[in-house]
Structures are given as C-alpha cells and as structure tokens.
T-cell receptor
Framework: GENVEQHPSTLSVQEGDSAVIKCTYS??????FPWYKQELGKGPQLIID?????GEKKDQRIAVTLNKTAKHFSLHITETQPEDSAVYFC??????????????FGTGTRLKVLA | DSGVTQTPKHLITATGQRVTLRCSPR?????VYWYQQSLDQGLQFLIQ???????AKGNILERFSAQQFPDLHSELNLSSLELGDSALYFC??????????????FGPGTRLTVL
C-alpha cells in the first residue's frame, strides 16, 4: 500500500552544520512532495515543497531534492540554527480514486541543533 | 498563524463518551482534511471534504465521522471513545482543486485526552 519511510527518526547537529533528512515513497503516482516543520505545541507548517517535474528546489538555507526513479526525496538544511530545532515531516501526495489527492506523511524526524 | 482555526484547544473526556471537534478553514479554501497524531507518531490522514462532499478516506474508524457544512466549516465527531483515541487532531485546509495538489495549511490542533 501507500507508504512513506523517513530517516533518521532523531538527528542532532552542531549549530552551523548541515542536516539531511531522507524519505522514500512507494506510490509511483505521487507527484507532490511537501516538507512540514512542527514546533512544540503547534500545527505543522510548510517549509518547502517540490513537484515531480523538478529535481531540486532551494529556498535560502533549505533545499529539497527529488529522485523519481529511486522514489527518494531529501531535505537539506544548511548553516543550522537553534530555531531550526523541531520535528520535520515529509509527505507524498498520490492521486486518489476520486481524482483528488491526499498526503501520506512520514513518521517524522526530531532535529536538535546544539548551540 | 495559518488562518485555520480549531476549537476547542483541549478536550478531556471519559471512555464511552462522544465529542465534536470543530474546524474553520482559511478564507477561500474549499477542502478540509482531518488528521490524527498520536504520541510520538506521524500524521495519519483520516478524511477529506471538498465543498461539502466527502472526497477521500484514510484510516478513519467507524466510530468517527465528519461533515463539512455549507459555510465550509467542518466537524469531526468521535464516539464511543477509547483510551487509544487520545491524540492530537489536526484540521488542514487547501484551495482543493482536484488533480492539482496544493499546500495544506494546518490549524493548531485539538488535544483530546480520554480518561
């Protein structure tokens, strides 16, 4: 069935270092891949997304890469800062039989940026 | 602030009871999604409504139901509550054009505790 695997489940990095979170999806019909950041006590917030017709997208310190052949996509955060500490979720969006779509989320990565 | 509102923020109830969670989408958004987030787990998609009609179902229990009203607000009804239903329940909304995944904006969530 539809599944998104996310690794690692926890990640600790020193401030200023880079962080990489990887996801693998199973449904080849997925064509939209958002990344969400969830801070404690808040709802998830979109930080970057990529569509299947693009291999890479960058927004300041955040970048996402997509390998459709391998069904892999990754989040890269450079020059990490303490405020980057949060739980990050990847998601894949396959089309449903009704012609709409839904998100299948990964299990999350708890990122800790150590000052 | 995503523009999505959820009430109540917290809900404490007993096993066997029934509760209703409410969500108001962002202005102009036609799609509403409900997700369940259990402790240290990812976001499980429950159900989607688009302009008042159910469009997609995920892992939603038969004891749970939802609806979207003409003013586009949505309610998630949870009945015969069990201890395992304790979780954060998120509502998200999007413009919801069929066939074209759009960003989902998440509300702050309702924390349900079943005692």
């Amino acid at each position: 069935g539809e599944n998104v695997e996310q690794h690692p489940s926890t990640l600790s990095v020193q401030e200023g270092d880079s962080a990489v979170i990887k996801c693998t999806y199973s449904d080849s019909a997925s064509n939209y891949f958002p990344w969400y950041k969830q801070e404690l006590g808040k709802g998830p917030q979109l930080i970057i997304d990529i569509r299947s017709n693009v291999g890479e997208k960058k927004d300041q310190r955040i970048a996402v890469t997509l390998n459709k052949t391998a069904k892999h996509f990754s989040l890269h955060i450079t020059e990490t800062q303490p405020e980057d500490s949060a739980v990050y979720f990847c998601a894949a969006s396959p089309t449903t039989t009704s012609g709409t779509y839904k998100y299948i989320f990964g299990t999350g990565t708890r990122l800790k940026v150590l000052a | 602030d995503s523009g999505v509102t959820q009430t109540p923020k917290h809900l404490i109830t007993a096993t066997g009871q029934r509760v209703t969670l409410r969500c108001s989408p962002r202005s102009g958004d036609l799609s509403v999604y409900w997700y369940q987030q259990s402790l240290d787990q990812g976001l499980q998609f429950l159900i989607q409504y688009y302009n008042g009609e159910e469009r997609a179902k995920g892992n939603i229990l038969e004891r749970f139901s939802a609806q979207q009203f003409p003013d586009l607000h949505s309610e998630l009804n949870l009945s015969s509550l069990e201890l395992g239903d304790s979780a954060l329940y998120f509502c998200a909304s999007s413009v919801g054009l069929a066939g074209d995944p759009n960003e989902q904006f998440f509300g702050p969530g309702t924390r349900l505790t079943v005692l």
